[in-house]
């Protein structure tokens, strides 16, 4: 029977997510915590292995690993889609490429988490309550004020909905949503600098793809107030990230609630972790244990799948 590697369970959960006991009784199953970044050395792990399942972006599959792979058949990917893998190359080289389910609900939960967080300073007081100090610092009011909405499709509406509720007024733009579709959502269509000009908090909400990388540049985060602040749980390339950094030295915006990043793990000299107006999380938007459970359990029914014949939410044409 086939070997089957099971990467980056940084929380050494995978086995205890799924039903993997349903696989033949000669699988080999071996799961790997630590991650390697290097495709030299991706591919050395992997050498052997026919089955291979990975968790969301974490260690990509471009051609170069394909190439390096010649005993690889299927490769799982927890989500629907992900944009790591060169399903191309995955084609030429004769691998099946199955995807698996999430819960859709937690990434927009995190978002305001970090919302509330950055606003409120929870991580400073927090901290500052434990080493014996009281109240040093002044919070600001959701309420009354402006979310803008960057994407407004299924965790986009649900973060406009807690605005909503929050008493926010709730602004949307994307490049394809239409004021009939915004107004159904509770939303207002304006233009994407109205966006940017009006909104006191905007979280964003949109694939990475060519035509949304950089979409928050320089420009963009210059039309924002200076006591605005930018939540990003989609994924760090939308903002260009050197341009936000400066932006947040020099107080053009007043903070950032950042879950995803260009370069993860995010490296330890990395400026982002020393800027005292941003709240930092480790890409945990789908890191529940209900998204783990669907993820993980799609998975064990993609390889229970395929090694029966009969793939199932192939993503691919191998």
């Known amino acids: 029977m086939p070997k089957i590697a099971i990467l980056d ?18 699988a080999e199953i071996t799961v790997f915590k630590d991650h390697l970044a290097e495709i030299d050395a991706v591919a050395e792990r992997l050498a052997d292995f026919e089955i291979v399942a990975i968790m969301r972006e974490r260690t990509p599959f471009p051609r170069a690993l394909f190439e390096k792979l010649p005993k690889l058949e299927l490769l799982v990917t927890s989500g629907t889609g992900n944009a790591s893998i060169d399903l191309a190359a995955a084609t030429d080289h004769a691998v099946t490429v199955c995807g698996a389910g999430a819960s859709m609900s937690s990434t927009a939960e995190l978002t305001w988490g970090l919302i509330l967080a950055l606003l409120r300073h929870i991580p400073l007081e927090d901290s500052e309550t434990r080493a014996g100090k009281w109240q040093v610092t002044l919070g600001r009011d959701l309420h009354g004020g402006t979310l803008g909405v960057l994407g407004l499709g299924r965790i986009g509406s649900q973060v406009a909905k807690v605005g909503e509720a929050f ?24 233009s994407k600098d109205e966006l940017l000009a009006e909104s006191d908090v905007l979280s964003i909400h949109m694939r990475l793809s060519e035509r949304t990388r950089g979409l928050i ?34 107080g053009k915006i007043g903070g950032a609630g950042l879950d995803v990043f260009d370069i993860e793990p995010l490296p330890l000299d990395h400026p982002l972790r020393n800027l005292e107006n941003t709240v930092i999380t480790p890409h945990l938007g789908y890191v529940s ?5 669907a993820f993980y359990g799609g998975m064990a029914e993609d390889i229970a799948a395929y090694l029966a014949g009969a793939p199932i939410r192939v993503m691919n044409a191998a």
Request: aromatic share 4%.
């Open 217 to 250: 540049g320089r420009r963009e985060l210059g039309l924002m107030k200076p006591t605005a602040c930018l939540i990003n749980t989609s994924r760090g390339p939308i903002v260009e990230e050197a341009a936000l950094i400066d932006a947040l030295r020099g």
């Open 289 to 293: 244990n209900a998204t783990y459970r």
């Open 9 to 26: 369970d940084y929380q050494e959960v995978a086995l205890e997510m799924a039903d993997w006991g349903a696989l033949p009784a000669a």
């Open 167 to 190: 008493g926010m007024t709730v602004i949307a733009w994307s490049p394809n949503l239409t004021a009939e579709r915004a107004a159904e959502r509770d939303a207002r269509l304006v």
